[in-house]
């Protein structure tokens, strides 16, 4: 589906190629379907994420 629709179900998701990793600062680009994105995370959960791999990316957010 297009990412609209993703982005309003109940978990988003995204199948994602990586195209750099900076697991010192926690930056990942990523293509996922078409969409350029530039994302961060915990550099530790980076530690066996290398560009090339193909994950899936989740959306979420709470606030108390």
Avoid at 1 to 24: F, R
Avoid at 26 to 38: E, F, I, P, R
Avoid at 47 to 52: C, D, L, P, S, W
């Amino acid at each position: 589906g297009d990412w609209i629709s993703t982005l309003c179900a109940p978990d988003p998701q995204w199948a994602a190629h990586v195209s750099t990793v900076d697991a010192k600062t926690g930056m990942v680009d990523v293509d996922a379907g078409g969409m350029a994105l530039k994302l961060h995370f915990p550099p530790a959960s980076l530690a066996t994420v290398k560009a090339g791999d193909h994950i899936t990316v989740h959306l979420g957010f709470t606030k108390p």
